[in-house]
Protein backbone atom coordinates (compact mmCIF):
# COMPACT_ATOMS: atom_id res chain seq x y z
CA UNK A 1 0.00 0.00 0.00
CA UNK A 2 1.42 3.49 -0.90
CA UNK A 3 1.64 6.53 1.56
CA UNK A 4 -0.86 7.87 -0.61
CA UNK A 5 -3.42 5.40 -0.34
CA UNK A 6 -2.64 4.40 3.39
CA UNK A 7 -3.31 8.22 4.35
CA UNK A 8 -6.68 8.08 1.93
CA UNK A 9 -7.79 4.90 4.10
CA UNK A 10 -7.20 6.62 6.89
CA UNK A 11 -9.56 9.92 6.71
CA UNK A 12 -11.91 7.40 5.48
CA UNK A 13 -11.62 4.94 8.63
CA UNK A 14 -12.08 8.19 10.81
CA UNK A 15 -14.75 10.15 9.09
CA UNK A 16 -16.70 6.92 7.99
CA UNK A 17 -16.23 4.81 11.61
CA UNK A 18 -14.77 1.68 9.36
CA UNK A 19 -12.19 -0.65 10.22
CA UNK A 20 -8.69 0.56 10.11
CA UNK A 21 -6.63 -2.33 9.26
CA UNK A 22 -3.13 -0.71 10.89
CA UNK A 23 -4.49 0.24 13.86
CA UNK A 24 -6.28 -3.01 14.19
CA UNK A 25 -3.49 -4.76 14.06
CA UNK A 26 -1.62 -1.90 16.65
CA UNK A 27 -4.77 -2.91 19.05
CA UNK A 28 -4.02 -6.29 19.01
CA UNK A 29 -0.23 -6.00 19.40
CA UNK A 30 -0.90 -4.09 22.16
CA UNK A 31 -3.44 -6.26 24.30
CA UNK A 32 -1.14 -9.12 23.62
CA UNK A 33 1.59 -7.13 25.37
CA UNK A 34 -0.91 -6.30 28.30
CA UNK A 35 -1.39 -10.08 28.74
CA UNK A 36 2.17 -11.02 28.17
CA UNK A 37 3.14 -7.92 30.83
CA UNK A 38 1.11 -9.58 33.31
CA UNK A 39 3.12 -12.85 33.14
CA UNK A 40 6.71 -11.60 32.77
CA UNK A 41 6.43 -13.33 29.83
CA UNK A 42 8.73 -10.95 27.02
CA UNK A 43 7.64 -12.52 24.20
CA UNK A 44 7.02 -9.23 22.30
CA UNK A 45 10.04 -6.98 23.82
CA UNK A 46 12.22 -7.77 20.57
CA UNK A 47 14.93 -8.95 22.83
CA UNK A 48 14.06 -7.10 26.12
CA UNK A 49 14.83 -3.81 23.87
CA UNK A 50 11.47 -2.79 24.07
CA UNK A 51 9.73 -3.70 27.62
CA UNK A 52 6.31 -3.54 27.92
CA UNK A 53 6.07 -1.30 30.51
CA UNK A 54 7.72 1.02 29.05
CA UNK A 55 5.19 2.27 26.55
CA UNK A 56 2.33 -0.64 26.17
CA UNK A 57 -0.36 1.58 28.24
CA UNK A 58 -0.07 4.78 26.69
CA UNK A 59 -0.05 3.19 23.37
CA UNK A 60 -3.53 2.34 24.17
CA UNK A 61 -3.66 5.89 24.70
CA UNK A 62 -2.34 6.89 21.50
CA UNK A 63 -4.54 4.82 19.12
CA UNK A 64 -7.58 6.28 21.71
CA UNK A 65 -6.49 9.83 20.46
CA UNK A 66 -5.75 8.98 16.81
CA UNK A 67 -9.46 8.23 16.39
CA UNK A 68 -10.73 11.58 18.35
CA UNK A 69 -12.32 14.22 15.44
CA UNK A 70 -13.19 17.07 15.94
CA UNK A 71 -16.99 16.32 15.30
CA UNK A 72 -17.52 14.91 18.23
CA UNK A 73 -17.36 18.41 19.72
CA UNK A 74 -20.09 19.77 17.72
CA UNK A 75 -22.41 16.58 19.61
CA UNK A 76 -20.95 16.60 22.91
CA UNK A 77 -23.86 15.44 24.94
CA UNK A 78 -24.11 12.60 22.12
CA UNK A 79 -20.31 12.02 22.61
CA UNK A 80 -20.20 11.11 26.36
CA UNK A 81 -23.60 9.54 26.18
CA UNK A 82 -21.66 7.33 23.21
CA UNK A 83 -18.67 6.99 26.24
CA UNK A 84 -20.79 6.21 29.09
CA UNK A 85 -22.59 3.38 26.82
CA UNK A 86 -19.14 1.83 25.55
CA UNK A 87 -17.46 2.12 28.23
CA UNK A 88 -18.44 3.00 31.70
CA UNK A 89 -21.46 0.49 31.55
CA UNK A 90 -20.23 -2.75 30.52
CA UNK A 91 -17.52 -1.36 33.00
CA UNK A 92 -19.68 -1.43 36.53
CA UNK A 93 -21.87 -4.41 34.89
CA UNK A 94 -18.68 -6.71 34.66
CA UNK A 95 -17.25 -5.19 38.34
CA UNK A 96 -20.44 -6.06 40.33
CA UNK A 97 -19.88 -9.49 38.56
CA UNK A 98 -16.53 -9.86 39.55
CA UNK A 99 -16.92 -8.57 43.20
CA UNK A 100 -19.36 -11.28 43.50
CA UNK A 101 -16.78 -13.63 42.59
CA UNK A 102 -14.61 -12.53 44.72
CA UNK A 103 -17.26 -12.40 47.75
CA UNK A 104 -17.61 -15.80 46.78
CA UNK A 105 -13.94 -17.54 46.28
CA UNK A 106 -13.06 -15.61 49.72
CA UNK A 107 -16.23 -17.05 51.75
CA UNK A 108 -16.55 -20.14 50.37
CA UNK A 109 -13.08 -21.29 49.30
CA UNK A 110 -10.86 -19.23 51.14
CA UNK A 111 -9.26 -16.84 48.76
CA UNK A 112 -7.43 -13.80 50.12
CA UNK A 113 -8.39 -11.49 47.15
CA UNK A 114 -10.65 -8.41 46.32
CA UNK A 115 -12.85 -6.00 48.64
CA UNK A 116 -16.26 -6.23 50.11
CA UNK A 117 -18.85 -5.10 47.76
CA UNK A 118 -19.97 -1.61 48.66
CA UNK A 119 -20.70 1.39 47.10
CA UNK A 120 -17.30 2.75 47.48
CA UNK A 121 -15.91 -0.57 45.81
CA UNK A 122 -18.63 -0.79 43.14
CA UNK A 123 -18.66 2.69 42.31
CA UNK A 124 -15.68 5.05 43.80
CA UNK A 125 -12.87 2.68 43.70
CA UNK A 126 -12.66 1.85 39.93
CA UNK A 127 -12.31 5.70 39.73
CA UNK A 128 -9.53 5.46 42.33
CA UNK A 129 -6.80 2.82 41.61
CA UNK A 130 -9.31 -0.21 40.12
CA UNK A 131 -7.78 -2.93 41.87
CA UNK A 132 -11.02 -3.38 44.37
CA UNK A 133 -11.88 -7.34 43.07
CA UNK A 134 -8.73 -7.38 41.63
CA UNK A 135 -9.23 -10.72 39.14
CA UNK A 136 -10.07 -7.67 37.07
CA UNK A 137 -7.59 -5.63 38.07
CA UNK A 138 -6.38 -5.31 34.17
CA UNK A 139 -9.60 -2.90 33.48
CA UNK A 140 -8.26 -0.14 35.65
CA UNK A 141 -7.39 1.39 32.56
CA UNK A 142 -11.08 1.53 31.18
CA UNK A 143 -12.28 4.77 33.91
CA UNK A 144 -9.00 6.19 33.00
CA UNK A 145 -9.53 5.88 29.49
CA UNK A 146 -13.16 7.81 30.26
CA UNK A 147 -11.84 10.51 32.34
CA UNK A 148 -9.11 11.71 29.56
CA UNK A 149 -11.78 11.63 27.10
CA UNK A 150 -13.81 13.65 28.71
CA UNK A 151 -10.85 15.89 29.68
CA UNK A 152 -10.02 15.94 26.15
CA UNK A 153 -13.45 17.04 24.94
CA UNK A 154 -13.90 19.79 27.44
CA UNK A 155 -10.45 21.66 26.31
CA UNK A 156 -10.67 21.37 23.11
CA UNK A 157 -14.33 23.03 23.73
CA UNK A 158 -12.92 25.90 25.64
CA UNK A 159 -9.67 26.20 23.46
CA UNK A 160 -11.51 26.30 20.36
CA UNK A 161 -14.01 28.96 21.72
CA UNK A 162 -10.69 31.21 22.81
CA UNK A 163 -9.29 30.73 19.09
CA UNK A 164 -6.15 28.52 20.87
CA UNK A 165 -7.36 25.43 19.72
CA UNK A 166 -3.54 24.40 18.48
CA UNK A 167 -1.84 20.78 18.35
CA UNK A 168 1.54 22.23 19.03
CA UNK A 169 -0.10 24.02 21.77
CA UNK A 170 -2.01 21.52 23.14
CA UNK A 171 0.82 18.88 22.68
CA UNK A 172 3.65 20.82 24.41
CA UNK A 173 1.25 22.17 27.14
CA UNK A 174 -0.23 18.47 28.55
CA UNK A 175 3.49 17.23 28.12
CA UNK A 176 4.44 19.61 30.82
CA UNK A 177 1.79 18.68 32.75
CA UNK A 178 3.03 15.50 32.52
CA UNK A 179 6.37 15.77 33.22
CA UNK A 180 5.84 17.53 36.50
CA UNK A 181 4.13 15.06 37.52
CA UNK A 182 6.77 12.97 36.91
CA UNK A 183 8.85 15.01 38.97
CA UNK A 184 6.56 15.16 41.47
CA UNK A 185 6.48 11.09 41.86
CA UNK A 186 9.82 10.79 41.33
CA UNK A 187 10.37 13.51 44.54
CA UNK A 188 7.52 11.13 46.61
CA UNK A 189 4.52 13.25 46.48
CA UNK A 190 2.06 11.14 44.29
CA UNK A 191 1.02 8.99 46.80
CA UNK A 192 -2.56 7.73 48.41
CA UNK A 193 -4.97 9.78 46.63
CA UNK A 194 -2.85 11.70 44.38
CA UNK A 195 -2.36 8.35 42.11
CA UNK A 196 -5.44 9.08 40.58
CA UNK A 197 -5.13 12.50 38.97
CA UNK A 198 -1.32 11.46 38.42
CA UNK A 199 -1.95 8.95 36.06
CA UNK A 200 -4.77 10.69 34.38
CA UNK A 201 -2.38 13.82 34.43
CA UNK A 202 0.96 11.13 33.17
CA UNK A 203 -0.97 9.59 30.37
CA UNK A 204 -3.03 12.72 29.34
CA UNK A 205 -0.15 14.05 26.91
CA UNK A 206 -0.18 9.99 25.16
CA UNK A 207 -4.01 10.91 24.17
CA UNK A 208 -2.79 13.97 22.62
CA UNK A 209 0.34 12.45 20.93
CA UNK A 210 -2.66 10.37 18.61
CA UNK A 211 -4.29 13.33 17.55
CA UNK A 212 -0.86 15.24 16.93
CA UNK A 213 0.21 11.79 14.96
CA UNK A 214 -2.80 12.01 12.91
CA UNK A 215 -3.24 16.13 12.18
CA UNK A 216 0.11 17.02 12.06
CA UNK A 217 2.84 14.16 11.20
CA UNK A 218 1.15 11.63 9.77
CA UNK A 219 1.36 13.21 6.40
CA UNK A 220 5.28 13.08 6.67
CA UNK A 221 5.52 9.25 7.53
CA UNK A 222 6.92 8.25 4.75
CA UNK A 223 10.27 7.23 5.33
CA UNK A 224 11.41 4.03 4.01
CA UNK A 225 11.27 0.99 6.55
CA UNK A 226 15.19 0.30 6.41
CA UNK A 227 15.78 3.85 7.77
CA UNK A 228 12.86 4.46 9.93
CA UNK A 229 13.62 1.27 11.79
CA UNK A 230 17.28 2.01 12.28
CA UNK A 231 17.26 5.43 13.91
CA UNK A 232 14.14 3.67 16.09
CA UNK A 233 16.20 1.12 17.28
CA UNK A 234 19.43 3.29 17.57
CA UNK A 235 17.41 5.47 19.68
CA UNK A 236 16.34 2.25 21.80
CA UNK A 237 19.44 0.90 22.25
CA UNK A 238 21.06 4.04 23.55
CA UNK A 239 18.11 4.64 25.38
CA UNK A 240 18.82 0.74 27.09
CA UNK A 241 22.62 1.22 27.46
CA UNK A 242 22.43 5.00 28.75
CA UNK A 243 19.57 4.77 31.37
CA UNK A 244 18.75 2.80 34.57
CA UNK A 245 16.01 0.61 33.36
CA UNK A 246 13.21 1.85 31.01
CA UNK A 247 10.13 0.43 32.51
CA UNK A 248 7.86 2.16 34.71
CA UNK A 249 4.30 2.42 36.37
CA UNK A 250 1.49 3.68 34.68
CA UNK A 251 -1.22 2.77 37.28
CA UNK A 252 0.47 3.47 40.22
CA UNK A 253 2.98 6.43 39.03
CA UNK A 254 6.39 4.95 40.25
CA UNK A 255 9.68 3.52 38.64
CA UNK A 256 10.62 6.04 36.76
CA UNK A 257 14.04 6.18 37.28
CA UNK A 258 15.59 8.25 34.22
CA UNK A 259 13.97 11.71 35.22
CA UNK A 260 10.44 13.27 33.88
CA UNK A 261 11.70 13.18 29.86
CA UNK A 262 12.73 10.02 29.33
CA UNK A 263 9.59 7.96 30.08
CA UNK A 264 7.88 10.34 26.81
CA UNK A 265 10.95 9.51 25.13
CA UNK A 266 10.16 5.58 25.49
CA UNK A 267 6.73 6.15 24.91
CA UNK A 268 7.28 7.83 21.95
CA UNK A 269 10.18 5.40 20.45
CA UNK A 270 7.76 2.25 21.28
CA UNK A 271 4.94 3.68 19.67
CA UNK A 272 7.32 4.53 16.88
CA UNK A 273 8.47 1.02 16.26
CA UNK A 274 5.33 -0.53 16.75
CA UNK A 275 3.02 1.51 14.26
CA UNK A 276 5.55 0.83 11.81
CA UNK A 277 5.54 -2.56 11.93
CA UNK A 278 1.66 -2.63 12.37
CA UNK A 279 1.95 -0.32 8.72
CA UNK A 280 4.51 -3.38 7.29
CA UNK A 281 1.91 -5.67 8.48
CA UNK A 282 -1.68 -4.51 7.13
CA UNK A 283 -1.16 -5.46 3.73
CA UNK A 284 -0.65 -9.35 5.03
CA UNK A 285 -2.49 -9.30 8.20
CA UNK A 286 -5.21 -6.23 8.08
CA UNK A 287 -8.11 -8.45 7.13
CA UNK A 288 -7.12 -11.50 9.07
CA UNK A 289 -10.59 -12.65 10.91
CA UNK A 290 -8.37 -13.08 13.85
CA UNK A 291 -6.65 -9.99 14.03
CA UNK A 292 -9.59 -8.39 12.75
CA UNK A 293 -11.41 -9.72 15.88
CA UNK A 294 -8.74 -9.18 18.61
CA UNK A 295 -8.06 -5.58 17.64
CA UNK A 296 -11.56 -4.97 18.09
CA UNK A 297 -12.53 -6.62 21.30
CA UNK A 298 -9.26 -5.85 23.18
CA UNK A 299 -11.97 -4.24 26.18
CA UNK A 300 -13.37 -7.96 26.60
CA UNK A 301 -9.35 -9.40 26.81
CA UNK A 302 -8.33 -6.23 29.15
CA UNK A 303 -11.60 -6.88 31.58
CA UNK A 304 -11.18 -10.53 31.84
CA UNK A 305 -7.60 -12.20 31.25
CA UNK A 306 -6.50 -12.13 35.04
CA UNK A 307 -9.83 -14.32 36.06
CA UNK A 308 -8.99 -16.36 33.04
CA UNK A 309 -5.26 -16.93 34.51
CA UNK A 310 -7.38 -17.83 38.11
CA UNK A 311 -9.30 -20.51 36.01
CA UNK A 312 -6.20 -22.01 34.74
CA UNK A 313 -4.30 -22.02 37.83
CA UNK A 314 -7.79 -23.59 39.84
CA UNK A 315 -7.44 -26.45 37.06
CA UNK A 316 -3.50 -26.41 38.39
CA UNK A 317 -4.20 -26.64 41.74
CA UNK A 318 -6.88 -29.79 41.26
CA UNK A 319 -4.73 -31.78 39.52
CA UNK A 320 -1.79 -30.99 42.22
CA UNK A 321 -4.59 -31.88 45.17
CA UNK A 322 -5.79 -34.63 43.41
CA UNK A 323 -2.73 -36.64 41.65
CA UNK A 324 0.41 -35.64 43.65
CA UNK A 325 1.87 -34.91 40.21
CA UNK A 326 2.71 -31.06 40.37
CA UNK A 327 4.38 -31.21 43.79
CA UNK A 328 5.98 -28.22 43.54
CA UNK A 329 2.28 -26.00 43.22
CA UNK A 330 2.72 -23.42 46.01
CA UNK A 331 -0.77 -23.55 47.75
CA UNK A 332 -0.30 -21.15 50.35
CA UNK A 333 0.51 -18.69 47.38
CA UNK A 334 -2.27 -19.58 45.30
CA UNK A 335 -4.66 -18.48 47.96
CA UNK A 336 -2.75 -15.17 48.38
CA UNK A 337 -0.98 -14.05 45.87
CA UNK A 338 -3.38 -13.36 42.32
CA UNK A 339 -0.31 -12.51 40.60
CA UNK A 340 1.35 -16.29 41.39
CA UNK A 341 1.87 -18.15 37.67
CA UNK A 342 2.85 -21.78 38.14
CA UNK A 343 4.92 -22.83 35.66
CA UNK A 344 5.07 -26.92 35.42
CA UNK A 345 8.05 -28.10 35.32
CA UNK A 346 9.18 -24.43 35.65
CA UNK A 347 9.11 -23.97 31.99
CA UNK A 348 8.90 -20.68 30.66
CA UNK A 349 7.41 -21.47 27.80
CA UNK A 350 4.00 -22.92 29.88
CA UNK A 351 3.40 -19.10 29.56
CA UNK A 352 2.27 -19.75 25.97
CA UNK A 353 -1.04 -21.45 27.53
CA UNK A 354 -1.57 -18.58 29.93
CA UNK A 355 -1.03 -15.76 26.70
CA UNK A 356 -3.31 -17.89 24.60
CA UNK A 357 -6.09 -18.62 26.81
CA UNK A 358 -6.16 -15.60 28.57
CA UNK A 359 -6.62 -14.18 24.77
CA UNK A 360 -8.78 -16.75 23.62
CA UNK A 361 -11.49 -17.25 26.41
CA UNK A 362 -12.51 -13.36 26.44
CA UNK A 363 -12.85 -13.67 22.95
CA UNK A 364 -15.35 -16.59 23.16
CA UNK A 365 -17.06 -14.63 26.24
CA UNK A 366 -17.44 -11.73 24.19
CA UNK A 367 -18.92 -14.09 21.08
CA UNK A 368 -21.12 -15.50 23.36
CA UNK A 369 -22.52 -12.40 24.46
CA UNK A 370 -22.79 -10.79 20.98
CA UNK A 371 -24.89 -13.66 19.92
CA UNK A 372 -27.19 -13.46 23.07
CA UNK A 373 -27.69 -9.69 22.52
CA UNK A 374 -28.89 -10.64 19.03
CA UNK A 375 -30.94 -13.25 20.01
CA UNK A 376 -32.49 -11.31 22.47
CA UNK A 377 -33.02 -8.39 19.87
CA UNK A 378 -34.74 -11.08 17.49
CA UNK A 379 -36.65 -11.99 20.45
CA UNK A 380 -37.95 -8.28 21.00
CA UNK A 381 -38.56 -7.97 17.41
CA UNK A 382 -41.06 -10.90 16.99
CA UNK A 383 -42.70 -10.01 20.36
CA UNK A 384 -43.76 -6.35 18.45
Known sequence: MTDVSYRTECNETISSGTYHAAFGILSALAIIMVVAGHLGYGILTVGELFPYYSFHVPLFMFISGYFYTEEEQERPFYYIKKKVRRLLVPYFIWNLIYGLIAWGLRDGAGFAFGEPISV??????????????????????????????????????????????????????????GMAVVWLAISGHVWGWYKMPGRILFLYPCFQMGQFY??????????????????????????????????????????????????????????????????????????????????????????????????????????????????????????MDIDYCYLVKGTEAFKMVYLAAGIMLPLLCQRGIERMKQWFGRLYQHDL
Open 120 to 177: KSLFLDPFLHGYQYLYNFAAWFVPVLFLIEMMNLVMRIVLKYLRLNKEWLILSGTLVV
Open 214 to 335: RRKLEKYDTLGNLPYFAVVIEVQVLLNVCCNGLAFSSVWCTAFANGPIIPYVTVVSGIAFWLRVSKVLAPVLGQNKGVVCLGRNTYAVMMHHIMVFMLIKMVLAGIAAGTGYLADFDFERFY
